[in-house]
């Protein structure tokens, strides 16, 4: 029997739509997958906590609570950044800790846990903490393809893994480019190697995902991530009814009920539609494209970039940008394409084809990197590059977070004002500016509230 853990909610919108789907969506749709009889429901992390807020006008601890209001039979599953938890920065170990404690208090059951450069002392702390307060702890690496990442690289992190305490390992190919043939000899080596629980997450955006789930199935894979149809496919996961029915009555059955997902269906439908009709949802993000086993650019990273161009008014640079990201990639020590690096390379790849001389602008991240700041490159960068960019400034060779001074203590009392919950205090942390609009707002609005409810009294 392989285990399925449904995505539609967090990784589905994320890569569909810039993760536009609302509380209410969530919630009602999750109402009826809790049913449904799924190892569990990916509801929160990735890029649900900054959407929430900026986006949205919504809490997204408020909307984690309320998801678990009405999935009483299965595990909630989130996903989180290492050291950068759901931000684009390294955070303080005590930030890092206190976000375990209160999103498994908030109701998370399984925290995923990756870095983006598979630097395994960017997880240390979170698997610590996790553990700590009860969670379950997957630690998932992020999958890619370049001279280092071999099958070699992986089994070695895979031991490594299981020997810092992870309940489950999963691999992630964020950009949907592990084939068949490759993903069969990466689950077999991987098995062999360690007894914890492995996992597949995977994109349909080049057209083979399908295909390398039945592969990993077959080679020995315990669970694999699938998205419920219509919010399934082009650049999110395989569809859970399509892939379940291909199962069904082999010794890999999820035995799923397929009733309930038949009646999840129709609400799907509708949010799609939405999301079609007001533009947010880009036909582009639907389609396959074999090319991205070139470019290796995942789901989240292609619709965000679409976005970008387009508020630009440059959708026609877009096979242009397409073509520099791989190029970026090398210069930079072939980072896999996943949040933060990612949005490091893509923005990189834009400012390099809008402003017309590669490296003339350099996000501030991008320095950060280069200064070791997010840890250790998978491979030696373009010295060429990184002397354009942070000219002979030192790079430092320490895991990044022992150079951060506790944080929590001071944004607590530095937002004494607004900020009325720990978990009001950890969105300062993550996202400052954006949650301290969006809570002065919040409370602001509650508190003329209850004024006029004690005037009507």
Known sequence: MVRFVETSVRDGHQSLFATRMTTKEVVDLCAILDDAGYHAIEVWGGATFDAAMRFLNEDPWERLREVRKVCKKTKLQMLFRGQNILGYRHYSDDVVDMFCKKSI???????????????????????????????????????????????????????????????????????????????????????????????????????????????????????????????????AQPSTQALAVALKGSEYDPKLDMDVLHKAEPLMTQVVNKYVGNGLLNPKSLQVNPNILTYQVPGGMLSNMIKQLTDQGAMDKYEEVLREIPHVRKDLGYPPLVTPMSQMVGTQAVLNVLSGERYKMCAKEVKDYLHGRYGKAPAAVNEDVKKKIIGDDEVITCRPADLLEPEFEKLKEKYADIARSDEDVLSLALFENVARDFLKKKYAHEDVEEDSFEMFV
């Not at 979170?126 to 071999?150: F, M, N, R």
């Not at 893994?161 to 080596?189: N, R």
């Open 105 to 235: 208090e908030n109701g998370i059951d399984i925290i995923r846990v990756f870095d983006a450069l598979n630097d395994i002392r960017n997880l240390r702390q979170a698997v610590e903490s996790t553990k700590k307060y009860g969670g379950e702890c997957q630690i998932a690496l992020s999958y890619t393809t370049s001279p280092v990442h071999t099958i070699e690289y992986y089994t070695k992190l895979a031991k490594e893994v299981e020997s810092l305490g992870a309940d489950s390992l999963c691999i992630k190919d964020m950009a949907g480019v592990l084939l068949p043939e490759d993903a069969t000899k990466l689950v077999t080596a991987i098995k062999k190697e360690i007894s914890i629980p492995l996992e597949l997450h995977s994109h349909c955006t080049a057209g083979v995902c399908e295909m390398t789930y039945m592969a990993a199935i077959k080679a020995g894979v315990d669970i694999v991530d699938t998205s419920l149809s219509p919010l399934s496919n082009g650049t």
